[in-house]
């Protein structure tokens, strides 16, 4: 289904283009702030913006480990 019209969203600078069907949710904390986009079905996307003080491999680990508890089916697969 193609997409036909869009919404737009920012954070930190960086402005987020995704299909106006799906809804946007800005959660901000201690360790930086992320946006939840979500459309019908599962699809999904989690964009995240971090002090440059955090090592991103850190920050992928949890929010891995987070992923896993919340979705205990859930593949993740990992790229070397």
Do not use: C, M
């Amino acid at each position: 289904v193609p997409i036909t019209s869009w919404a737009n969203t920012s954070i930190d600078g960086v402005k987020i283009r995704y299909p106006a069907e799906w809804s946007a949710e800005t959660q901000e904390s201690e360790e930086g702030t992320s946006v939840y986009l979500t459309g019908e079905d599962v699809t999904f996307a989690v964009i995240g913006v971090y002090p440059d003080t955090e090592v991103p491999e850190d920050i992928v680990s949890q929010i891995l480990d987070s992923l896993r508890e919340e979705h205990p089916g859930l593949e993740i697969h990992d790229r070397e």
